[in-house]
């Protein structure tokens, strides 16, 4: 997620701790989506589909601290 940023992500990840929380649980969503999809975990498409919605909602606020942060190193 976000490669383009990786710099950008690995100091956030090390230096604020709700950004690696946050970044984190989005990485076990999408492992456990997968799953889900190739039938490793029994889900039902109605659950699989809240994972997804939370893992957008993750990805939407990794995303926000990774700008503003990008915003702040421009400025």
Avoid: C, T
Avoid at 12 to 37: S, T, V
Avoid at 38 to 58: A, F, H, N, T, Y
Wanted: aromatic letters at 10%.
């Amino acid at each position: 997620m976000f490669h383009e940023y990786r710099e950008e992500v690995s100091y956030l990840k090390q230096n604020d701790a709700h950004f690696d929380k946050i970044f984190e649980e989005h990485n076990e969503l999408d492992q456990k989506i997968k799953n889900a999809e190739q039938g490793i975990i029994p889900l039902s498409i109605q659950e699989i589909d809240v994972l997804k919605k939370e893992k957008l909602r993750l990805k939407d606020e990794v995303w926000e601290i990774l700008n503003r942060y990008i915003q702040e190193k421009k400025a």
